[in-house]
């Protein structure tokens, strides 16, 4: 991106004027100006969908996989937008960062020789192994206030701290446009948020994602693009909006965005990018909603939630769920109420979340504090840094010192913890315990397996003054800590720099793109991880009858619980062998077991993908039912691609999650929704079920299900969908990917 993006958006904005005649958010002016054809109407929110042309594409190292063997099916020479593949979460965390790596590129070297050799031949950056977090990195160097991109990760979104709208797709949606097709989206929802105030004290930006999902709760904003305004916006820091914006993935959110103003500017002079810095400057009065939006705001908003900055508190978020949040003041009573283990085992701080230079200045000063008056870690203390560059400048700055001083164990620049890629050596598997984490998720077993860790999220700082004690009942906003000989010690509030004097970049570790047509792209002979895909199936044209139901699941279903991360990240390059993990998170409905059903032929309870492959094996089509806001989480892709290719036709639940949807129709895989929602009591273990008429499958038109009964009976339902035109193609098509691979062999 260069400055003539903005000479261009200016142009552009002045083309919507004449069209839109109303004044326009700032969420609204990037969607209006990343059309794929030109605009010619105003759409109607949550309702319509259009056709995006993004500027360009992020894709980590797990998700790249599939992403990337997809895109070689699409028949196209180099991508046709910027793309660039980060390895970041295929590092285990277990010693430190310097072995951890060192292992990492040994265990992973298949996987990374194909990543690097297909970014060679088709034109992609490739960040190594080591390089940082996407989300940080993609901040660092490709986010910029305008603009408009996609990535292959759920918190693409926190490049929307620097005023972009950054949405996390499938690895499919990604194909698509680094094909050279266009990006279909459900024009979004707008959720204003204003901030008014200061935060100050123990308060940190981290406190206000967790107070918005509080009040909107993890499905809250499905469908809908949170955008920040108010005079608060303007008193946080670019990386602090940040952290707030890659957060508003647990609230099912499309993204969410902050205005352009000063602080921006500054992080871009920081990181290098003067001439984009300068150039969003002289455009600024446009890089952000009318001033007649902010006058009255329900005629431009779908729903507002003001938050006051100066009166927030720290607060916890948890177990088990973002959007369960405990002010800090209320932990005492909620630990007695609630039997929360008291004595944290592990805390951990960093990740995408939370690793800028701000965070770390912060907890180090809290660090030094501690140290001054004789305290130490009292438990484990992990730090994941966001990026090679945040890195190499806490260790020339001294945060790193003092904190590894204090206890902390230095992790590699990755995911590690945040996403399951942890080797926990401290407790048995099962043992329940509490962990504390300046992360984003904390669905069970998420960070470490173990379904009975209890694991709250809340900010670096807060995280790091637990530590201190070890206790999840601290209080550090008016707590006293007891020293060694008795003195009552009381912490000041943290402090920290927004910014460094200048950043170190270390070992950058980017091999910067362009094509090379002639090459080949590595697969390793033999391997187990990387796999050459086949094309779906096409729809051979008849309904689908007599389906057995392959598992009901039974309350929060999330991509986690589809297909877990952890040790299958490394398999995420191949589909067969990657399928075993099929569904073996969800809680079977009828049986409360974890990820086993009944296999109608043989009778027997077996694992779901066991199952699954004998339905497959005999010819037998199958469905998954679920209840709200199924495949919430992850932004992974084969959570739809392993259904799909075990033989499920038809995934059908209360209500979906965004992406989760999509990638099912991507996918040629049925995702449908219960027309009443007490239909999902009707289904029984061993009914049988078909979807007919489907030869008049048709936007807005339901579709119609019979279920029989063992006992004989038969009951019909209703089943909506959100299939437009095109999307019902993909399914007859057998998959997206089927009909832009067609038409690139017929424009060759």
Same mark, same amino acid.
């Given at each position: 991106?260069?400055?003539?993006?903005?000479?261009?958006?200016?142009?552009?904005?002045?083309?919507?004027?004449?069209?839109?005649?109303? *004044?326009?958010?700032?969420?609204?002016?990037?969607?209006?100006?990343?059309? &794929?054809?030109?605009?010619?109407?105003?759409?109607?929110?949550?309702?319509?969908?259009?056709?995006?042309?993004?500027?360009?594409?992020?894709?980590? !190292?797990?998700?790249?996989?599939?992403?990337?063997?997809?895109?070689?099916?699409?028949?196209?020479?180099?991508?046709?937008? *910027?793309?660039?593949?980060?390895?970041?979460?295929?590092?285990?965390?277990?010693?430190?960062?310097?072995?951890?790596?060192?292992? $990492?590129?040994?265990?992973?070297?298949?996987?990374?020789?194909?990543?690097?050799?297909?970014?060679?031949?088709?034109?992609?950056?490739?960040?190594?192994?080591?390089?940082?977090?996407?989300?940080?990195?993609?901040?660092?160097?490709?986010?910029?206030?305008?603009?408009?991109?996609?990535?292959?990760?759920?918190?693409? /979104?926190?490049?929307?701290?620097?005023?972009?709208?950054?949405?996390?797709?499938?690895?499919?949606?990604?194909?698509?446009?680094?094909?050279?097709?266009? &990006?279909?989206?459900?024009?979004?929802?707008?959720?204003?948020?204003?901030?008014?105030?200061?935060?100050?004290?123990?308060?940190?930006?981290?406190?206000?994602?967790?107070?918005?999902?509080?009040?909107?709760?993890?499905?809250?904003?499905?469908?809908?693009?949170?955008?920040?305004?108010?005079?608060?916006?303007?008193?946080?820091?670019?990386?602090?909006? $940040?952290?707030?914006?890659?957060?508003?993935?647990?609230?099912?959110?499309?993204?969410?965005?902050?205005?352009?103003?000063?602080?921006?500017?500054?992080?871009?002079?920081?990181?290098?990018?003067?001439?984009?810095?300068?150039? #969003?400057?002289?455009?600024?009065?446009?890089?952000?909603?009318?001033?007649?939006?902010?006058?009255?705001?329900?005629?431009?908003?779908?729903?507002?939630?003001?938050?006051?900055?100066?009166?927030?508190?720290?607060?916890?978020?948890? @177990?088990?769920?973002?959007?369960?949040?405990? /002010?800090?003041?209320?932990?005492?009573?909620?630990?007695?109420?609630? !039997?929360?283990?008291?004595?944290?085992?592990?805390?951990?701080?960093?990740?995408?979340?939370?690793?800028?230079?701000?965070?770390?200045?912060?907890? #180090?000063?809290?660090?030094?504090?501690?140290?001054? %008056?004789?305290?130490?870690?009292?438990?484990?203390?992990?730090?994941?840094?966001?990026?090679?560059?945040?890195?190499?400048?806490?260790? %020339?700055?001294?945060?790193?010192?003092?904190?590894?001083?204090?206890?902390?164990?230095?992790?590699?620049?990755?995911?590690? /913890?945040?996403?399951?890629?942890?080797?926990?050596?401290?407790?048995?598997?099962?043992?329940?315990?509490?962990?504390?984490?300046?992360?984003?998720?904390?669905?069970?077993?998420?960070?470490?397996?173990?379904?009975?860790?209890?694991?709250?999220?809340?900010?670096?700082?807060?995280?790091?003054?637990?530590?201190?004690?070890?206790?999840?009942?601290?209080? *550090?906003?008016?707590?006293?800590?007891?020293?060694?000989?008795?003195?009552?010690?009381?912490?000041?509030? @943290?402090?920290?720099?927004?910014?460094?004097?200048?950043?170190?970049?270390?070992?950058?570790?980017?091999? %910067?793109?362009?094509?090379?047509?002639?090459?080949?792209?590595?697969?390793?002979?033999?391997?187990?991880?990387? $796999?050459?895909?086949? /094309?779906?199936?096409?729809?051979?044209?008849?309904?689908?009858?007599?389906?057995?139901?392959?598992?009901? #699941?039974?309350?929060?279903?999330?991509? !986690?619980?589809?297909?877990?991360?952890?040790?299958?990240?490394?398999?995420?390059?191949?589909?067969?062998?990657?399928?075993?993990?099929?569904?073996?998170? $969800?809680?079977?409905?009828?049986?409360?077991?974890?990820?086993?059903?009944?296999?109608?032929?043989?009778?027997?309870?077996?694992?779901?993908?066991?199952?699954?492959?004998?339905?497959?094996?005999?010819?037998?089509?199958?469905?998954?039912?679920?209840?709200?806001?199924?495949?919430?989480?992850?932004?992974?892709?084969?959570?739809?691609?392993? *259904?799909?290719?075990?033989?499920?036709?038809?995934?059908?639940?209360?209500?979906?999650?965004?992406?989760?949807?999509?990638?099912?129709?991507?996918?040629?895989?049925?995702?449908?929704?219960?027309?009443?929602?007490?239909?999902?009591?009707?289904?029984?273990?061993?009914?049988?079920?078909?979807?007919?008429?489907?030869?008049?499958?048709?936007?807005?038109?339901?579709?119609?299900?019979?279920?029989?009964?063992?006992?004989?009976?038969?009951?019909?339902?209703?089943?909506?969908?959100?299939?437009?035109?095109?999307?019902?193609?993909?399914?007859?098509?057998?998959?997206?990917?089927?009909?832009?691979?067609?038409?690139?062999?017929?424009?060759?």
């Amino acid at each position: 991106m260069n400055a003539e993006f903005y000479k261009k958006f200016e142009e552009v904005q002045k083309l919507i004027r004449k069209v839109i005649k109303k *004044p326009l958010t700032y969420t609204e002016k990037i969607l209006y100006g990343h059309l &794929w054809d030109n605009i010619s109407k105003e759409f109607i929110k949550g309702q319509e969908y259009v056709e995006m042309s993004p500027d360009r594409i992020a894709m980590q !190292d797990a998700t790249a996989q599939m992403a990337v063997l997809q895109f070689i099916n699409s028949g196209k020479k180099t991508t046709a937008v *910027p793309t660039s593949v980060h390895c970041d979460h295929l590092i285990r965390a277990r010693d430190d960062a310097k072995n951890d790596l060192i292992i $990492a590129k040994d265990e992973n070297k298949e996987v990374y020789d194909f990543l690097e050799s297909a970014s060679y031949k088709y034109g992609m950056d490739f960040w190594k192994p080591g390089a940082g977090i996407i989300h940080q990195v993609v901040l660092e160097e490709y986010a910029f206030p305008g603009g408009m991109m996609i990535g292959t990760d759920s918190h693409t /979104p926190n490049a929307g701290g620097l005023g972009m709208i950054a949405i996390g797709v499938g690895g499919s949606d990604a194909v698509d446009v680094m094909a050279g097709t266009s &990006w279909e989206v459900k024009w979004p929802k707008i959720i204003g948020v204003k901030l008014t105030g200061k935060i100050q004290g123990w308060t940190s930006p981290k406190d206000v994602i967790l107070r918005l999902l509080g009040i909107l709760s993890a499905k809250g904003a499905t469908g809908c693009i949170v955008e920040y305004f108010g005079s608060g916006t303007e008193t946080i820091s670019c990386t602090g909006k $940040a952290t707030i914006t890659n957060m508003g993935a647990e609230l099912g959110a499309t993204c969410s965005i902050f205005p352009y103003d000063s602080k921006m500017y500054d992080y871009l002079i920081k990181t290098r990018r003067q001439e984009i810095a300068k150039a #969003a400057e002289s455009v600024k009065n446009i890089l952000r909603a009318d001033k007649e939006v902010y006058l009255e705001l329900e005629k431009y908003y779908d729903k507002i939630i003001e938050i006051n900055l100066t009166e927030l508190e720290p607060r916890l978020n948890g @177990p088990f769920t973002p959007d369960k949040e405990w /002010p800090v003041s209320s932990m005492k009573k909620a630990i007695v109420e609630n !039997d929360f283990p008291e004595n944290i085992s592990v805390a951990l701080i960093g990740s995408c979340t939370n690793s800028s230079y701000e965070d770390i200045d912060r907890c #180090a000063n809290i660090a030094k504090q501690a140290m001054e %008056k004789g305290l130490k870690a009292k438990i484990p203390f992990i730090i994941t840094p966001g990026s090679e560059q945040v890195r190499a400048t806490m260790e %020339k700055d001294g945060q790193l010192k003092i904190l590894q001083d204090f206890g902390g164990q230095l992790l590699a620049n990755a995911c590690g /913890p945040c996403i399951g890629m942890w080797k926990r050596m401290d407790n048995e598997l099962g043992e329940r315990n509490t962990i504390v984490t300046s992360y984003n998720r904390n669905f069970s077993k998420r960070n470490d397996g173990n379904p009975n860790t209890l694991a709250f999220v809340a900010s670096p700082e807060l995280v790091t003054a637990m530590v201190i004690t070890g206790k999840l009942s601290f209080d *550090p906003t008016k707590d006293k800590i007891v020293g060694e000989n008795g003195e009552e010690i009381v912490l000041d509030s @943290p402090t920290g720099k927004e910014l460094p004097q200048n950043f170190e970049q270390g070992e950058k570790g980017v091999i %910067k793109g362009e094509s090379h047509p002639e090459a080949e792209v590595k697969f390793a002979k033999g391997s187990s991880r990387i $796999a050459k895909l086949e /094309p779906f199936e096409q729809w051979d044209g008849n309904d689908f009858v007599d389906m057995p139901i392959l598992i009901k #699941a039974k309350g929060k279903c999330t991509t !986690d619980h589809i297909s877990p991360a952890g040790k299958w990240l490394k398999l995420r390059g191949h589909l067969d062998n990657l399928s075993d993990n099929m569904y073996i998170g $969800a809680i079977n409905y009828f049986t409360d077991e974890v990820g086993r059903t009944k296999n109608q032929i043989s009778k027997k309870y077996e694992e779901t993908h066991v199952v699954a492959r004998h339905y497959k094996k005999e010819g037998l089509s199958w469905v998954v039912f679920g209840e709200e806001n199924l495949g919430e989480g992850s932004a992974r892709e084969q959570a739809a691609m392993e *259904p799909r290719y075990l033989g499920g036709r038809a995934i059908i639940v209360k209500s979906f999650a965004r992406i989760h949807e999509t990638n099912l129709k991507k996918q040629g895989v049925l995702a449908l929704t219960f027309d009443n929602k007490d239909d999902f009591e009707k289904i029984m273990e061993d009914d049988r079920v078909s979807i007919i008429r489907l030869s008049e499958f048709s936007e807005g038109i339901p579709l119609k299900m019979i279920i029989k009964h063992s006992d004989g009976t038969i009951d019909e339902i209703m089943l909506n969908h959100t299939y437009n035109g095109a999307q019902i193609e993909w399914f007859k098509a057998g998959s997206a990917l089927n009909i832009i691979a067609k038409e690139n062999i017929e424009k060759n």
